[in-house]
């Protein structure tokens, strides 16, 4: 389902609602019923809710509305409005205030502070649904019929924009899907070169371990200095320092709509860390693609890239043939490791740079 630009999903049937909203009736008719309370509503998106709440409630009441907004879009401005008072004689009455949804509380510190200048016996708050997660209000919630997590929703009187209010049951904004790909191969597949390009296409944070290596060695940092004598043998560097390395990076970018992890992880160790320190964050590898090419074609790229880049490991043939044996043992188990997870894909990595973009993004594409 489409508003305007943004796409929800179906989260609570009408059933589910009228449950809610019965059992937000119930309670409060257990506390009132034998007196006659007024109910004030809060517009505007609390009207189907007030509705259905009094064909819930049959006993005797009274029945108001105040208007307030707070929300322009998908965020709570933080700017509460009134843009009506209640009329009625209200004092002497106990108020129940009946809201569709309370998150961060300040429409309710607003109404709060309304009714704390009117002499009333009693203030309560009701409301339909409660993201108690982020409700950071003072006041205690009286009455809920459901809480729901921390996720934008519409329909049922609650609106996207003005759009929605109609809607008899709720539905739930689609967060965009965070993609996290694992970029693998041998040295010289390509995968620094096709991250280049995936990046952009996805709109994903490139994290080269290799780089991140480089970049401390240029600069001399202790990180740098360590590095360097595995670097130039051809060998790998120690896992917890990888590792450690690794997981600054992903932290330094928390609005990241996905990443690209090339180069890491190239052994088992740093597959599981990894494993383990995405579910930490709530995140996940959606796929690790292979770039498949022979060694023979790697190495003469590798020197080719060697004679131009500068690196030193890329010009001996010896450091390269290293990189092999290195990944041959402890990165190519890693195949087994994510086919078990059903995540492994193997791409062809000789030929046009474009045409092996193509052949990447169509397996992404796919997931
Ligand atoms: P690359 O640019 O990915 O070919 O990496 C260059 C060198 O950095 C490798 O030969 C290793 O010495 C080191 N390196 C990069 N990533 C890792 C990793 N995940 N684990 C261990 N060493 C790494």
Redesign the pocket.
């Known amino acids: 389902m489409q508003l305007y630009d943004k796409h929800f999903r179906p989260y609570l049937t009408e059933d589910q609602v009228m449950a809610a909203v019965k059992k937000v009736a119930d309670a409060v008719a257990e506390d009132y019923k034998d007196e006659t309370p007024i109910f004030v509503g809060v517009l505007n998106g609390s009207f189907m809710f007030v509705a259905d709440f009094l064909k819930v409630y049959q006993h005797p009441c009274e029945v108001s509305f105040v208007k307030m907004s707070s929300y322009e879009g998908l965020t709570s401005t933080g700017i509460v409005e009134t843009l009506l008072d209640v009329s009625e004689d209200i004092e002497e009455k106990s108020v129940i205030i009946l809201e569709d949804i309370v998150d961060t509380g300040r429409t309710l510190k607003e109404l709060i502070h309304m009714f704390s200048n009117i002499n009333i016996k009693e203030f309560k708050i009701a409301t339909l649904f409660y993201k108690s997660e982020i409700y950071t209000g003072e006041y205690t919630i009286d009455y809920f019929g459901m809480e729901i997590p921390d996720k934008f929703i519409v329909g049922y009187g609650l609106d996207y924009k003005e759009l929605g209010r109609n809607l008899r049951s709720i539905y739930q904004l689609n967060e965009p899907h965070m993609i996290n790909l694992v970029l693998f191969g041998k040295?010289g597949a390509g995968?620094?070169t096709q991250a280049e390009f995936l990046k952009e296409k996805y709109n994903l944070k490139h994290i080269?371990?290799?780089?991140l290596?480089?970049y401390n060695m240029k600069n001399d940092t202790e990180l740098g200095q360590l590095?360097k004598s595995?670097?130039d043998k051809?060998?790998?560097?120690?896992?917890e320092v990888?590792i450690k390395m690794?997981e600054d990076a992903v932290d330094k970018s928390p609005d990241a709509s996905g990443f690209i992890f090339?180069?890491?992880?190239?052994?088992t160790a740093?597959a599981e860390a990894l494993d383990t320190f995405l579910e930490s964050k709530g995140m996940k590898i959606d796929a690790t693609i292979a770039l498949e090419a022979n060694d023979e074609i790697l190495i003469q790229r590798l020197l080719e890239r060697g004679k131009v880049s500068g690196r030193t490991?890329d010009q001996d043939e010896n450091k390269i043939r290293n990189?092999f044996d290195?990944y041959n043992q402890k990165t190519a188990p890693l195949k087994d490791f994510y086919e078990n997870q059903d995540k492994f894909h193997s791409v062809n990595g000789i030929g046009a740079i474009d045409e092996i973009t193509q052949r990447l993004a169509k397996v992404i594409e796919e997931l």
């Open positions: 040295p995968k620094g080269s371990t290799g780089d290596f480089r590095a595995y670097i051809g060998d790998l560097v120690p896992d990888t690794l090339d180069g890491f992880p190239r052994t740093q490991d990189r290195e």
